[in-house]
Nanobody, 115 residues
């Protein structure tokens, strides 16, 4: 059974940094591409960043230059390094992976940016 589990959320001050992790099972190679999404209260879920099998990355304009997506194949993990955080980055962050014709979602991790 393929599964994604996020961790690393929490409370951080504006302009601070936080790194989210997403561990894939049974293997990160189970997924042809992986991505981070987020959903703020009262808003629709939105795409944040993605990394595909060959390592190419892409970002939403709202996070470009502030967030970095990466992966560690040995640890079956994907990461989202978030810097220069803004209050509008507050949301539940989800990792997602393309598995055949399906999208597998993690359970989400809350990120709150507040002083």
């Amino acid at each position: 059974q393929v599964q994604l589990v996020e961790s690393g959320g929490g409370l951080v001050q504006p302009a601070g940094s936080l790194t989210l992790s997403c561990v894939a099972s049974p293997s990160i190679f189970s997924f042809k591409s992986m991505a981070w999404y987020r959903q703020a209260p009262g808003k629709e879920r939105e795409w944040v960043a993605k990394i595909i099998a060959n390592g190419v990355t892409d970002y939403a304009d709202s996070v470009k230059g502030r967030f970095t997506i990466s992966r560690d194949i040995r640890k079956n993990a994907m990461y989202l390094r978030m810097s220069s955080l803004l209050s509008e980055d507050t949301a539940v962050y989800y990792c997602a992976g393309g598995f055949g014709s399906q999208v597998v979602w993690g359970q989400g991790t809350q990120v709150t940016v507040s002083s």
